[in-house]
Structure formats: C-alpha cells, structure tokens
C-alpha cells in the first residue's frame, strides 16, 4: 500500500548555485533545481528534497544555495512592469516632443 507523505512543504525554492554535500545527510543538487522546503533547521540550513526525485530522497539544504520560487517570481514581475511604465514614459515624451 502506497502512503502519501500529507506534510505540506513550507515553500518551493530554486538553486541558484551548484552544490556538493559534504556528508551523506546534506543533500546535492545543481544551479536552477526545484526543491521542496519542509522546514528551517537553523538560520543556516533547510530540510528538503529535490522536487525531481522520484524517491523523495530529504536531505540538508545550505540556506544560502536557495531563493525562493515566489519571491524571485514577484521580483521578476515587478522588474517587468518598471520597465513598461518606463518604456510608456519614453514613448509618451516622444509623442509630445518632451526630451
């Protein structure tokens, strides 16, 4: 009988670099791997799991390797949309003859 882990994950995070465990209980990953946050062992390390394993391998995760998905999701939103109110200014100057 298959039992489903019901835990529900703290957050989902991306690496934004490579890195190699040190022991067997910290777990590796690569730069841009999904992982799933369950909880935050300490300021410095996280507990998770690779999103892509099958197995649901957890492991230590070094809280300085990670970003999480959402807010790297709202920074990128929030640089798009400075970036047409920009773009709508420019063109706004230029249809006026406003430089």
């Given at each position: 009988?298959?039992?489903?882990?019901?835990?529900?994950?703290?957050?989902?995070?991306?690496?934004?670099?490579d890195?190699?465990?040190?022991?067997?209980?910290?777990?590796?990953?690569?730069?841009?791997?999904?992982?799933?946050?369950?909880?935050?062992?300490?300021?410095?390390?996280?507990?998770?799991?690779?999103?892509?394993?099958?197995?649901?391998?957890?492991?230590?995760?070094?809280?300085?390797?990670?970003?999480?998905?959402?807010?790297?999701?709202?920074?990128?939103?929030?640089?798009?949309?400075?970036?047409?109110?920009?773009?709508?200014?420019?063109?706004?100057f230029?249809?006026?003859?406003?430089?």
């Amino acid at each position: 009988m298959l039992i489903l882990d019901s835990e529900p994950a703290i957050t989902i995070a991306i690496a934004h670099a490579d890195f190699v465990g040190g022991s067997a209980r910290e777990l590796s990953f690569r730069q841009g791997d999904e992982i799933i946050l369950y909880r935050q062992l300490s300021e410095h390390w996280w507990e998770g799991q690779l999103s892509s394993d099958p197995t649901g391998t957890r492991g230590l995760i070094p809280a300085l390797y990670v970003s999480n998905k959402a807010v790297l999701m709202q920074q990128h939103l929030e640089k798009q949309q400075q970036q047409h109110q920009n773009l709508v200014f420019f063109i706004a100057f230029e249809s006026y003859g406003i430089y």
